[in-house]
Every structure is written in structure tokens, then in C-alpha cells.
């Protein structure tokens, strides 16, 4: 085997079941990546979840950081732990954004509590009519870019209060992608200065309050002049640097989805070559180790390495409190008032009477 570079790789691996195989956990060791991705395959009970991330921490050292994408509604690995599902990011917007700071909170506390560090949450995209609003359907707060904003600055607030480094997706937004890019690569046709104004604002705006960034796989031929896709163009990249004002981790969107084209190693490179700091790879593979041996090639960049230990010293300096059954108990009954809260209709507040 190959051995990994001497620090950890740029890698965020996912496993494939509720604890590394042997296979996997020899790779772990040998890649020393980033992070490890844990997603509802992984996560059966919340102590066996508990004992899995605890687990993982202890593979090497510096511990690996512990992701997982919590949005709640159809992104929702840690709902069924908790014997309710955790309301959707529509949803809650459409309630107030005092609920989701509550949602952010409830579902921060949880994670944090199962040992996790980082939650790839929220969506800033915005929930275009006919598009982002069926594609991503219940995964965005709005259509306009304002209510975003402030429903985006609620999540993030909740999530940071809970303990929890976040990370905003997907960049530069795809309210206007038609197509899944689970399945295929959607063409976002539209001019720079309208995606700048509408999409991008988001990022813009909320991009100092957040600790990362994940970049998609959607294509920009407004910005690119071609199909190729956010996640391995240099140009857009560039404009999350430049423009964007962006200080935190870009994250490469899951390199396993159906809008790339190339073997894995191919897109890792791509993606890092662009300007991408770090490679989420959701799914076990065998090329993970060529995938990383590309990577590392390609050698280290001191600004880089400064975001990855700023990022590391955010979720030192978050109190991470062990697991204990009665306090998840508490977090189930909150989850599941929070839930029956949602469903009851708010009163209506009196308006000021004019004589």
C-alpha cells in the first residue's frame, strides 16, 4: 500500500455501514483524511452512533473532524434517531425564522451531542419556480434572495450556538438547475450580472458567518463561457475568492455524483486543481487511495493549510459534551413538541386600531 503524505489528506471519505470495515479502516488510517462523512447508513441507534464517532476520532492523529449533512426534511440522518423527523428548512422558514434558529438548535445540540463536528447545512440556494423549487424541493428557505439571507443567518446562528462548524451549499447556487446533480449535470443558463444579484447573494452576504463553503457541480456557462462545472473551474473558484470575499473551507460537492464526468482520481484532481481545499467523497471506494495519491501530488498551499487550521481550532474551542441517554432523551421530547409546534397554526397578532 501506498503510504499516505505525512499530513492528513484533503479528503472528507464517507463509510458504507454502521462501522468501518476492516478494509476501510486500514485506508482510514493510511489516508489520514480531513473528515469522515457518516450518513443514515451509518447511524442505526443513537449509542451505537455515539460509539462509532467516538471510535473514529481515536483512528489517528490529529483526529479526523465529523461531518454530516443535517438539514433536516429530506437531508435528515439524525430525525430518525431521534424518533421524529427534524422539520425542513421550507417548512420552518414558512413558520418564521424565529423557528429555524429553534430547528438549527435542536438539530445542532443533537449532533453535537452524538459527537459530530461539522454539519454541511444550510442551503442557500433559492427555491426558483419550477427548478430549485421541485429539485430541491422543502431544501431551501425562499425564492427571494433577502428572505434567504435572514433565514440562512437564523440556521447559522442556531447551528454555531449549538457547538457546530457549518458549511453553506451550493455554491454559486442552484435554484436554477432543472436536473439532480445526484443523476446529471444541469446547465444554469443565465447572465452573470442577474446570477451575481439573485444567487450568488446569499454567499455573499452570509459567507463571514459560516465556516465553509460546498461547492456544486451545477455548470455556469454565464461566468465559464462553457459547461464545465462549478466544483472544478478555477474562474469560479476565483470569483468565491475574489468577489465573494469567501475566508473559510471550499469543499468539492460529493466527487461520487452523476454530474461529473471521469473516474474519481480524475475528478479529485480536477476539483483540487480548481481551487477546491477539500474532496468530499461520500461513498467507500477503491480508488480512494489513487484519488488521494493525485491529490497530494500536487502539494501544499500555505493558505490552505491556514483555513484547515482555523477550522480545527473552531471546533476545538466548541464544548463537546459526551453522550448520555437521558440528555437524548430530553432532545427526542423536544424534538417531538418542536415537531407538534409546526403543526399548529400561529395567532394571528392584533394590528394597531386607528381612530
Known amino acids: 500500500m501506498t503510504r499516505a503524505p505525512d499530513s492528513p489528506s484533503r479528503f472528507v471519505l464517507g463509510l458504507s455501514g454502521p462501522e468501518p470495515s476492516d478494509a476501510e479502516r486500514r485506508l482510514l488510517v493510511s489516508l489520514r483524511p480531513l473528515g469522515i462523512l457518516l450518513s443514515k447508513q451509518n447511524l442505526q441507534m443513537p449509542s451505537q452512533s455515539a460509539s462509532l464517532l467516538e471510535a473514529l476520532r481515536g483512528l489517528y492523529v490529529p483526529a479526523p473532524l465529523l461531518f454530516v449533512s443535517q438539514e433536516g426534511g429530506r437531508e435528515d ?36 451531542l452524538l459527537g459530530f463536528d461539522v454539519d454541511l447545512a444550510p442551503v442557500l440556494d433559492l427555491a426558483q419556480p419550477g427548478t ?6 422543502g431544501r431551501c428557505f ?56 439573485t444567487d450568488v447573494a446569499p454567499f455573499a452576504k452570509l459567507g463571514r458567518g459560516a465556516d465553509g463553503v460546498v461547492v456544486g457541480h451545477g455548470a455556469y456557462p454565464g461566468f465559464t463561457g462553457d459547461d464545465t462545472p462549478a466544483s472544478f473551474s478555477p474562474k469560479l473558484l476565483g470569483m468565491l475568492r475574489g468577489p465573494v470575499r469567501f475566508e473559510g473551507v471550499a469543499y468539492a460537492d460529493d466527487l461520487v455524483k452523476g ?82 409546534l409546526l403543526r399548529k397554526p400561529r395567532p394571528r397578532r392584533e394590528e394597531p386600531g386607528f381612530l
Open 77 to 112: 440522518p439524525i430525525g430518525p434517531l431521534l424518533g421524529t423527523p427534524c422539520a425542513s428548512a421550507a417548512a420552518c422558514a414558512a413558520a418564521g425564522t424565529d423557528r429555524v434558529h429553534e430547528n438549527a438548535y435542536l438539530m445542532g445540540r443533537a449532533a453535537r
Open 259 to 340: 454530474a461529473l464526468d471521469g473516474s474519481l482520481p480524475e475528478r479529485g484532481e480536477r476539483a483540487a486543481r480548481a481551487g477546491c481545499d477539500a474532496l468530499i467523497v461520500s461513498a467507500a471506494s477503491d480508488a480512494w487511495e489513487e484519488c488521494a495519491t493525485r491529490v497530494a501530488a500536487l502539494g501544499d498551499d500555505p493558505s490552505r493549510d491556514r483555513r484547515f487550521a482555523a477550522l480545527h481550532r473552531r471546533v476545538a474551542d466548541a464544548p463537546r459534551p459526551r453522550f448520555d441517554e437521558d440528555a437524548w432523551r430530553t432532545l427526542a421530547d423536544e424534538a417531538a413538541a418542536f415537531s407538534e
Open 132 to 137: 430549485g423549487a421541485v429539485v430541491l424541493e
Open 142 to 197: 425562499g425564492f427571494h434572495a433577502e428572505d434567504v439571507v435572514l433565514s440562512g443567518m437564523m440556521f447559522l446562528h442556531g447551528l454555531a450556538r449549538a457547538g457546530l462548524a457549518t458549511a453553506v451549499k451550493h455554491f454559486p447556487g442552484l435554484g436554477r438547475a432543472g436536473k439532480d446533480t445526484g443523476v446529471a449535470r444541469p446547465v444554469v443558463d443565465a447572465h452573470d450580472v442577474d446570477l451575481m444579484v
